[in-house]
């Protein structure tokens, strides 16, 4: 509804028809329905669809130097207005895609839905690992050296989060349903990804015995990604609500996430250094891979701990690395 309020404004305002570029993640279709919008009275508009790639925390680094630009034009006189648009990146070299505005469209989508597909996929053989006692890191490098499969997306952890990921598969699932196409894959990456969330949970029960109270527990990291204040839709907002609901007193570590996170977290302690959380707790549980903790002492601070588990939820440490540095229990995905 925003969005078509914009384009309704933006019609009002322009004094003559313009060319209208339209970088939302918006459902197939829409740039149609836009173009139909804009062209109803005397001013005439071209529209093209020109999806953007951006991942947050490397925004920038990824207009500069994109996999590709991707232009959906209805209209083929736009092609090189497009062009001149982003000439210093076609001028080195940086593939420029043209197809119809449909297809722009759907190429956004695809990609990050196949992107949460390779994730989900990892943290199911993750389980398969845990169960027969394989190395999901092993695994995944043995399948990523394999040139059609590619080694990112492929890290076993606590389920995917965030902006994009999270609606872009469930608007897919959504176009899917209202084409008539239903989209079965999609719908199960969706439902492993709420479940390996669930997953973590027990494990850090497991730890306990099944019964797990009145301890202190100190998370690090609580943004859905490293580089970025971002919590929504993280693993943390459904794992540490969890932890505390059994009576558990939770201390936080996160390099960006604590002015979003105290939105979302209460009755919680939040601290600027590891070792100082450590001290007296009973768990260290590491939620997101910032590379603040990806060297810690590990002595240092089982030596200040009260009881020394670790659950490694993004497999920044071997288990003989944690137990020869004074953990007594360590768990990993």
Not at 108 to 115: D, G, M, P, Q
Not at 122 to 136: F, L, Y
Not at 200 to 218: A, E, L, Q, Y
Not at 247 to 263: F, L, Y
């Amino acid at each position: 509804e925003n969005f078509f309020n914009a384009i309704k404004e933006l019609y009002r305002l322009a004094d003559k028809g313009k060319l209208v570029v339209i970088k939302s993640t918006v459902p197939v279709g829409t740039n149609k329905e836009v173009s139909k919008l804009l062209n109803k009275g005397d001013k005439k508009f071209d529209v093209v669809s020109n999806p953007e790639f951006l991942r947050e925390g490397a925004a920038i680094e990824d207009f500069m130097k994109p996999d590709r630009v991707v232009v959906g034009l209805s209209n083929d006189t736009m092609r090189e207005v497009i062009k001149e648009i982003y000439k210093p990146l076609y001028l080195r070299e940086f593939p420029i895609m043209f197809t119809d505005p449909q297809s722009a469209e759907l190429i956004k989508y695809s990609s990050n839905a196949f992107l949460a597909t390779k994730i989900s996929f990892i943290n199911e053989v993750a389980h398969i690992c845990e169960k027969s006692d394989a190395n999901v890191k092993d695994v995944a490098k043995g399948m990523g050296l394999d040139k059609r499969i590619g080694d990112k997306f492929l890290h076993a952890g606590p389920g995917y989060g965030g902006s994009c990921f999270p609606k872009d598969t469930k608007a897919f699932i959504q176009m899917g349903n209202f084409f008539g196409a239903k989209q079965n894959i999609i719908e199960t990456v969706v439902n492993v990804n709420d479940q390996v969330k669930n997953r973590m949970i027990d494990k850090i029960f497991s730890m306990f015995g099944g019964i797990f109270t009145k301890k202190i527990v100190c998370f690090l990291g609580v943004t859905f990604k490293p580089n970025t204040d971002d919590i929504r839709e993280a693993p943390s907002l459904t794992i540490i609500p969890r932890i505390q609901s059994e009576g558990n007193n939770i201390r936080i570590i996160d390099p960006k996430g604590r002015k979003q996170g105290e939105k979302y977290f209460k009755n919680v302690t939040w601290y600027d250094n590891p070792y100082e959380a450590a001290v007296g707790s009973d768990l260290l549980v590491i939620l997101t891979e910032w590379n603040e903790f990806r060297a810690l002492d590990l002595k240092k601070i089982s030596g200040v701990m009260k009881s020394k588990n670790m659950a490694d939820l993004r497999n920044l440490y071997s288990k003989n690395e944690a137990l020869s540095s004074g953990f007594v229990k360590y768990e990993s995905v």
